[in-house]
T-cell receptor, first 116, second 112 residues
């Protein structure tokens, strides 16, 4: 298994540009998550999904959109990039609740985004 | 709201034990996690503990949970230079969705 993969590894955007961060997992996980990590800070949840066709907002959703048309893919869209969106973005996935226990989240390697 | 706090830095000598501390606020958390992040890499799950446990040991790692004080610690025995990384504690909330709240991370610097 490749686990959780993310593309691109890094990107430089100009203010106002748009882009899509790709995330894919081959573990047949139902749950997928997008986090951002600002310098010196912990991770903040942007959006999450509990299955294909179902998405919900996390702590910091403003300026982002997501979709979940398949179990494997969970792209994150930035429509009008702003300097405040400069960050490292991590995608994660998990089975969710299994036998009453919460399964752990597996993280991708991250995408570094710089907005100038 | 939920909050997870950690000290930012810890420096130890190779071979010593490291203890990384974390405090959290949500007493309804079911699981508490420790993740490791090496430079330029994603987060790697180290270990986790269920909230009804006091201690969990996994090779060189020992997790202690004081639920009354909402205090979690990670002890690394015989710390090696390869243990140098940022360590994040996280609490799981949100029931079935297993959303995580992360601390700011503790940078562990291991000196030879």
């Amino acid at each position: 298994n490749a686990g959780v993969t993310q593309t691109p590894k890094f990107r430089i955007l100009k203010i106002g540009q748009s882009m899509t961060l790709q995330c894919a997992q081959d573990m047949n996980h139902n749950y997928m998550y997008w986090y951002r990590q600002d310098p010196g800070m912990g991770l903040k949840l942007i959006y999450y999904s509990v299955g294909a066709g179902i998405t919900d907002k996390g702590e910091v959703p403003n300026g982002y959109n997501v979709s979940r048309s398949t179990t494997e893919d969970f792209p994150l869209r930035l429509e009008l990039a702003a300097p405040s969106q400069t960050s490292v973005y991590f995608c994660a996935s998990s089975y969710g609740l299994v036998g009453g226990y919460q399964e752990t989240q597996y993280f991708g390697p991250g995408t570094r985004l710089l907005v100038l | 709201g939920e909050d997870v706090e950690q000290s930012l830095f810890l420096s130890v000598r190779e071979g010593d034990s490291s203890v990384i501390n974390c405090t959290y606020t949500d007493s309804s958390s079911t699981y508490l996690y420790w993740y490791k992040q090496e430079p330029g890499a994603g987060l790697q799950l180290l270990t986790y503990i269920f909230s009804n446990m006091d201690m969990k040991q996994d090779q060189r790692l020992t997790v202690l949970l004081n639920k009354k004080d909402k205090h979690l610690s990670l002890r690394i025995a015989d710390t090696q230079t390869g243990d140098s990384a940022i360590y994040f504690c996280a609490e799981g909330y949100g029931g079935a969705t297993n959303k995580l709240i992360f601390g700011t991370g503790t940078l562990l610097a291991v000196q030879p």
